[in-house]
């Protein structure tokens, strides 16, 4: 399986960015689809997720700003980012919850991170 993510890039404070992640192989379901983020020197932190029912989280950093939706038949999650501050200059990460089978176990997959940086 593999998440290839896009739309990272460099943004004036207030604007917007909308980043695409999509998986791809042969896997049975794609559970939960979450987008993560880490800035030099700080852990990975969670920015948002939604279950394959639409089911959503946010970081409270990110509530009121960043929207983020999925189409279960592209297997693709979507972040769309607005009003946009120097403070969420990180590299955004896509995050999937996998199963291979209707009876496997559930796996995590990372993809390779997309950088998105705020000047003020």
């Known amino acids: 399986v593999q998440l290839q993510a896009s739309g990272g890039g460099l943004v004036q404070a207030g604007g917007s960015l909308r980043l695409s992640c999509a998986a791809s192989?042969?896997?049975?379901?794609?559970?939960?689809m979450g987008w993560y983020r880490q800035a030099p020197g700080k852990q990975r932190e969670l920015v948002a997720e939604i279950s394959s029912g639409g089911s959503i989280n946010y970081a409270d950093s990110v509530k009121g700003r960043f929207t983020i939706s999925r189409d279960n038949a592209k297997n693709t999650v979507y972040l769309q980012m607005n009003s946009l501050e120097p403070e969420d200059t990180s590299v955004y990460y896509c995050?999937?919850?996998?199963?291979?089978?209707?009876?496997?176990?559930?796996?995590?997959?990372w993809g390779r991170g997309t950088q998105v940086t705020v000047s003020s």
């Open positions: 192989g042969s896997f049975f379901e794609v559970k939960v």
């Open positions: 995050n999937a919850d996998i199963k291979y089978s209707r009876w496997s176990l559930i796996t995590n997959h």
